[in-house]
């Protein structure tokens, strides 16, 4: 799980532009100034990494089992998701 939620952690500081020592597993997606469009660029980029398909609504953000508010349960949800895949 560490180098799944590391991966996770540097997609998404990537996105932000932000070192991804700087971003944490309770960090709000909010408070990181995460928009929608943000948000459907980190599932792109977790996609193509995890070789997985993230069942994401904009309308209803947990329609897919995945929580979008903070690192950590993006983390846990993709973490499902690969587990699942195996």
Do not use: W
């Amino acid at each position: 799980m560490a180098g799944l939620e590391s991966d996770v952690i540097e997609i998404i500081a990537k996105q932000v532009n932000r070192d991804p020592a700087t971003v944490k597993r309770d960090d709000r997606l909010a408070d990181l100034d995460i928009q929608s469009l943000d948000v459907a660029e980190i599932i792109f980029a977790i996609e193509e990494k995890f070789d997985i398909e993230v069942p994401y609504n904009a309308n209803d953000t947990s329609a897919a089992g995945i929580n979008f508010d903070t690192v950590g349960d993006v983390a846990d949800g993709i973490a499902k998701l690969v587990a699942k895949k195996k």
